[in-house]
């Protein structure tokens, strides 16, 4: 049973364009969440993170939306360019004091020049 | 170089054969974990460390595997009569205490069972 749904495989943009990445989740437990960005042979990287006591979290290009009513976030880059094409990851944690993550499939972006 | 260092990069073993991870993690990070990722799937948790005392086990984590972390520095993965479901990339990340901004993953282990 996947707890943290990324319903989209693949994301194409044009370089300049809003991306927008989306992130379901069933377990009520969860409270924090984080994106992640992997390259190809490479391990994720930390991109963002927002506390479920917050519904907008924003660095830089990149913001993260939390509606934890619809169990759902979102991770919006602006403006999209070619060096973000990579696969993202939605993770949770519950509140449980774990730090253990919870991942998603992952959402390949492409970012077209 | 400060990061999370795994090796071997790639193993292909044959069925039935043990084969064995080592992952150095950050020097001053005391949490060391072991994710699983296969194709088209995102990360899933298999262990984790504090110090030297492994604290959590998944369920995906099956008799066939153990991990040790001797004084709480590298910690190895083994698994032993490998089988061709265990292809995988093998993904160690470490952190300082429980805050997971702190989650550094090295770049994984690619495991192919033939």
């Known amino acids: 049973d996947q707890q943290v749904k990324q319903n989209s495989p693949s994301l194409s943009v044009q370089e300049g364009r809003i991306s927008i990445l989306n992130c379901d989740y069933t377990n009520s437990m969860f409270d924090y969440f984080l994106w992640y960005k992997k390259y190809p042979a490479e391990g994720p990287t930390f991109l963002i993170s927002i506390s479920s006591i917050k519904d907008k979290n924003e660095d830089g290009r990149f913001t993260v939306f939390l509606n934890k009513s619809a169990k759902h976030l979102s991770l919006h880059i602006v403006p999209s360019q070619p060096g973000d094409s990579a696969v993202y990851f939605c993770?949770?944690?519950?509140?449980?004091?774990?730090?253990?993550?919870?991942f998603g499939k992952g959402t390949m972006l492409l970012v077209s020049p | 170089d400060t990061g999370v260092s795994q090796n071997p990069r790639h193993k292909i073993t044959k069925r039935g054969q043990n084969v064995t991870f080592r992952c150095d993690p950050i020097s001053e990070h005391n949490r060391l974990y072991w994710y699983r990722q296969t194709l088209g799937q995102g990360p899933e948790f298999l262990t984790y460390f504090q110090n030297e005392a492994q604290l959590e086990k998944s369920r995906l984590l099956s008799d066939r595997f153990s991990a040790e972390r001797p004084k709480g520095s590298f910690s190895t993965l083994e698994i032993q009569r490998t089988e061709q479901g265990d292809s995988a990339m093998y993904l160690c990340?470490?952190?300082?205490?429980?805050?997971?901004?702190?989650?550094?993953f090295g770049s994984g282990t690619r495991l192919t069972v033939v």
């Open positions: 990340a470490s952190s300082l205490g429980q805050g997971p901004n702190g989650y550094t």
């Open positions: 993770a949770a944690i519950p509140n449980s004091g774990y730090s253990t993550l919870t």
